[in-house]
């Protein structure tokens, strides 16, 4: 791998520890993808960003307040749910997510 790169080329490397809570690589996907979503559909990004929670089931409702779960208190599979759920948003809009 080193011998085929160029001389003036230098080795980027990212390395993370995996305890179960969502990655930043996660977060910066989900958010570039939120990012979109709302520049090809109109929504501000706040508006987006509460249609992937709702769809991601990230909000629920009581005494007819809504809450919903930071993306930063989320663990990896919510945020998996989110991002599948930004793929499935842009899927509707004719959008590729992937």
């Known amino acids: 791998?080193?011998?085929?790169?160029?001389?003036?080329a230098?080795?980027?490397?990212?390395?993370s520890i995996n305890d179960g809570k969502g990655t930043n690589a996660q977060l910066a996907r989900l958010h570039a993808m939120i990012r979109?979503?709302?520049?090809?559909?109109?929504?501000?990004?706040?508006e987006?960003?509460?249609?992937v929670k709702r769809a991601a089931g990230?909000?629920?409702?009581?005494?007819?307040?809504?809450y919903c779960k930071s993306f930063g208190k989320c663990d990896k599979d919510e945020l998996n749910l989110a991002i599948q759920s930004c793929i499935e948003i842009g899927d509707f809009n004719n959008m590729n997510l992937r």
Request: glycine fraction near 2%.
């Open 48 to 51: 987006a960003k509460l249609a």
């Open 36 to 46: 979109e979503i709302a520049q090809e559909i109109g929504y501000t990004f706040a």
């Open 1 to 8: 791998f080193l011998e085929s790169a160029p001389e003036d």
């Open 10 to 15: 230098y080795v980027e490397i990212f390395i």
């Open 58 to 66: 990230l909000c629920f409702v009581r005494d007819n307040q809504e």
